[in-house]
T-cell receptor, first 110, second 116 residues
Framework: GQNIDQPTEMTATEGAIVQINCTYQ??????LFWYQQHAGEAPTFLSY????GLEEKGRFSSFLSRSKGYSYLLLKELQMKDSASYLC???????????FGKGTRLHILP | GAVVSQHPSWVICKSGTSVKIECRSL??????MFWYRQFPKQSLMLMAT?????????EQGVEKDKFLINHASLTLSTLTVTSAHPEDSSFYIC????????????FGPGTRLTVT
């Protein structure tokens, strides 16, 4: 079967740094995605990792370790608008189907 | 950038009626489109994968006769919820992939369905 685990909720302070972890067990692996979703809206793409290592994009970075089935999303210089759900998603084989984790609701405190 | 639209953005219907939701890729051709359902405070659940010109592939537990999917062209896929019930009330989101080997899918804005 396929399983993607991430914390349900996290709280952080404006201006700080937060790391959201994701572990996965899937039949095959063909890429890991992070999406941001504000309440009532569709997800927006943040990052894509298919090789081990860190991908940096502005205030957001994503890390992948395929051998450990582990990824994290790092958010720096947190802003109030970063309050949202962050979805970890994995494409387990080459049929382009992406399976989503349950998401982590991030609350930013002033 | 790639844009995906959905119509309608929200709909209210009576129990027992059918509702059609359209998903369009506006500036690219989508060989594959995906339909997701999301209940409040839960993640996206993949319902089916829609390929242009062929039958959709449904995920386990999704009734293909209840959720009819038609991918008639490379820019349009439709989801019809037949004989809707209140438990079908949900947020329905489509996504589109430009082709095989792509790095990401592009999501539509979603359709909020309320069945009374």
């Amino acid at each position: 079967g396929q399983n993607i685990d991430q914390p349900t909720e996290m709280t952080a302070t404006e201006g700080a740094i937060v790391q959201i972890n994701c572990t996965y067990q899937t039949s095959g692996f063909n890429g890991l995605f992070w999406y941001q979703q504000h309440a009532g809206e569709a997800p927006t793409f943040l990052s894509y990792n298919v090789l081990d290592g860190l991908e940096e994009k502005g205030r957001f970075s994503s890390f992948l370790s395929r051998s450990k089935g582990y990824s994290y999303l790092l958010l720096k210089e947190l802003q109030m608008k970063d309050s949202a759900s962050y979805l970890c998603a994995v494409r387990g084989n080459r049929d382009d189907k992406i399976i989503f984790g349950k998401g982590t609701r991030l609350h930013i405190l002033p | 950038g790639a844009v995906v639209s959905q119509h309608p953005s929200w709909v209210i219907c009576k129990s027992g009626t059918s509702v059609k939701i359209e998903c369009r890729s506006l500036d690219f051709q989508a060989t594959t489109m995906f339909w997701y359902r999301q209940f409040p405070k839960q993640s996206l659940m993949l319902m089916a994968t829609s390929n242009e010109g062929s039958k959709a592939t449904y995920e386990q537990g999704v009734e293909k006769d209840k959720f009819l999917i038609n991918h008639a062209s490379l820019t349009l896929s439709t989801l019809t919820v037949t004989s809707a019930h209140p438990e079908d009330s949900s947020f329905y989101i489509c996504s589109a992939a430009p082709g095989t080997g792509i790095d990401e899918q592009y999501f539509g804005p979603g359709t909020r369905l309320t069945v009374t």
